[in-house]
């Protein structure tokens, strides 16, 4: 396989079956652009207008978690992929690699096999943001989960900002104003930028898409609702570690989710500085709480 008899043009079904899509050894570094998309899909029709529309930006996917918690902030990350590092691998390392999906749909071990893979053989970049208990009390939860999305993001093309390999070889691309073209794969079905951020994000060409249940269909968006899910874990169990008060709410089962365990004990033992407290006057009258 190589560029005079694989083209955009004469690349359908017929001519590429599944064992050659995952073949990764048989891609030649230099036709990562050519490719991107066979690493995630398998739909190829479907998948070449999309990628001949979005082949000069550079694809952050964001996913969030904990936005129907109980306990502590909301909290996105945001994932780049690195191409050339995944098709390096070799074909142990390929067959080896864990699951990658949504990471609710992932036990607990099996997440974090997946969190380290993606951290050391998968992305460039991923970075995280946070939404406190009071911003979600003052914003309401939907416009917090915003915030953290913005955070993150921001915080991603920080660091590939700061990357003068890759900043210089995107201005050689002749990108508009010499801005980076950035198309955000945001999960779910809504996406805004704050006020507050409305500056920051004016100094790229934003493509934005929101894809419903998007850790199931896009590779960016699955890896960051992973690294999201196990930084926001990692997060309840330092608070536990660190104050042996908090154990009695068992957040190390419920993670901070409104089971019935999780209320029975907040009636026990009362709110805690960490609880939202917005969340818990819909169900129960504030002054019971306390």
């Given at each position: ?16 079956n ?10 030649n ?9 066979f ?13 001949e ?61 997946a ?25 309401n ?8 999305m ?21 201005d ?88 019935k ?30």
């Amino acid at each position: 396989i190589n560029n005079d008899t694989i083209n955009n043009d004469t690349i359908n079904n017929d001519t590429i079956n599944n064992d050659t899509i995952n073949n990764l050894e048989i891609l030649n570094k230099s036709n990562i652009n050519n490719y991107y998309t066979f690493l995630k899909k398998k739909k190829l029709q479907k998948e070449l207008k999309k990628y001949e529309d979005t082949k000069d930006y550079i694809t952050l996917g964001v996913d969030e978690v904990a936005r129907g918690c109980l306990v502590g902030p909301v909290v996105s990350a945001c994932v780049i992929i690195d191409d050339e590092k995944l098709l390096s691998l070799s074909e142990d390392e390929i067959n080896s690699a864990p699951v990658i999906k949504d990471s609710k749909k992932l036990t607990s071990i099996n997440r974090k096999k997946a969190e380290t893979w993606i951290k050391n053989k998968c992305s460039l970049y991923y970075s995280f943001g946070e939404s406190g208990t009071d911003e979600i009390y003052k914003y309401n939860i939907r416009n917090a989960t915003f915030l953290s999305m913005n955070r993150a993001i921001l915080n991603c093309l920080t660091k590939l900002t700061n990357n003068n390999n890759i900043t210089n070889n995107i201005d050689n691309n002749n990108n508009t104003n010499n801005n980076m073209n950035i198309h955000l794969l945001i999960d779910g079905n809504a996406f805004k930028i704050m006020d507050d951020y409305t500056k920051e994000f004016e100094k790229y060409n934003l493509k934005i898409d929101t894809i419903i249940k998007g850790d199931d269909k896009e590779l960016s968006i699955a890896c960051a609702s992973i690294i999201a899910k196990e930084y926001r874990d990692n997060m309840l169990d330092e608070l536990v570690k660190n104050n042996k008060s908090l154990e009695k709410y068992n957040w190390d089962k419920n993670r901070g989710y409104g089971t019935k365990d999780h209320f029975n004990n907040i009636l026990k033992y009362g709110i805690t500085p960490y609880h939202r407290l917005g969340f818990l006057k819909k169900m129960y009258n504030r002054e019971k709480l306390n």
